[in-house]
């Protein structure tokens, strides 16, 4: 992991957005802790969190995008045949499938939070031609969510910001359920604010 600790110090923000554009599209970056790595840098003011913060999203949103659009442009036998130089195997591969095909848009959201799917969602949605104007809608939502959560948390551990591996790798499953409960009763309210305004305007 020293690689990229150097990596950071030497070209900062532009380090972030680099590595994880990379991470994303499935090159081995080890992004959970780089991001709660970076939330710690954050608390010493070594960085700023904003700028961290923005340069992070920027760089998931770009490595996101670009998976779609390989997914798009080149289909499935590509990424059966070439899935392993970017780490993704074909039993990888085959469970993201059946996931994305049960639980559609969603998927996207709550792929961030699951190693080894996220790098495979976006392959899906462009494989299957999903629309980009909705796969930008969930997959830049996740991103956000994402990467606000393990920069927050490394913020606020502080010097520990390292047990966040081990805490992610037990609580896992239920942080992607707290999300889902969380997205789930944000969109009922919105819905609820919506229906309620429009009647109020009638």
Same mark, same amino acid.
């Given at each position: 992991?020293?690689? *990229?600790?150097?990596?950071?110090?030497?070209?900062?923000?532009?380090?972030?957005? +680099?590595?994880?554009?990379? +991470?994303?599209?499935?090159?081995?970056?080890?992004? /959970?802790?780089?991001?709660?790595?970076?939330?710690?840098?954050? !608390?010493? $003011?070594?960085?700023?969190?904003?700028?961290?913060?923005?340069?992070?999203?920027?760089?998931?949103?770009? =490595?996101? !995008?670009? !998976?779609?659009?390989?997914?798009?442009?080149?289909?499935?036998?590509?990424?059966?045949?070439? $899935?392993?130089?970017?780490?993704? !195997?074909?039993?990888t591969?085959? @469970?993201a499938?059946?996931?994305?095909?049960?639980? =559609?848009?969603? &998927?996207l #959201?709550?792929?961030?939070?699951?190693?080894?799917?996220?790098?495979?969602?976006?392959? &899906?949605?462009?494989?299957? @031609?999903?629309?980009?104007?909705?796969? %930008?809608?969930? %997959?830049y939502? $996740?991103? #956000?969510? *994402?990467?606000?959560?393990?920069? #927050?948390?490394?913020?606020?551990? +502080?010097v520990? *910001?390292?047990?966040?591996?081990?805490?992610?790798?037990?609580? &896992?499953?239920?942080?992607?359920?707290?999300?889902?409960?969380?997205?789930?009763? $944000?969109?009922?309210?919105?819905?609820? @604010?919506?229906?309620?305004?429009?009647?109020? /305007?009638?």
């Open positions: 992991m020293g690689t *990229w600790y150097e990596f950071i110090s030497q070209f900062g923000y532009v380090a972030i957005f +680099g590595l994880l554009t990379l +991470g994303i599209i499935g090159l081995p970056v080890p992004d /959970e802790v780089l991001l709660t790595y970076l939330g710690y840098v954050t !608390s010493i $003011g070594k960085m700023s969190f904003t700028f961290t913060f923005l340069t992070a999203l920027l760089g998931s949103v770009l =490595g996101i !995008s670009i !998976s779609y659009y390989l997914g798009l442009k080149l289909g499935e036998p590509f990424i059966k045949k070439y $899935g392993k130089r970017f780490f993704i !195997s074909e039993r591969f085959e @469970r499938k059946r996931l994305f095909h049960k639980y =559609g848009a969603f &998927m #959201v709550i792929s961030y939070f699951i190693p080894g799917i996220r790098h495979v969602a976006a392959y &899906m949605s462009g494989i299957t @031609r999903y629309s980009f104007k909705r796969f %930008a809608l969930f %997959a939502t $996740g991103a #956000v969510f *994402w990467v606000l959560l393990f920069l #927050v948390i490394g913020n606020r551990l +502080g520990h *910001w390292n047990v966040i591996f081990l805490f992610t790798r037990k609580y &896992m499953w239920s942080m992607i359920v707290l999300l889902v409960v969380c997205i789930v009763f $944000g969109t009922i309210y919105y819905r609820h @604010r919506l229906r309620k305004q429009n009647v109020q /305007e009638l």
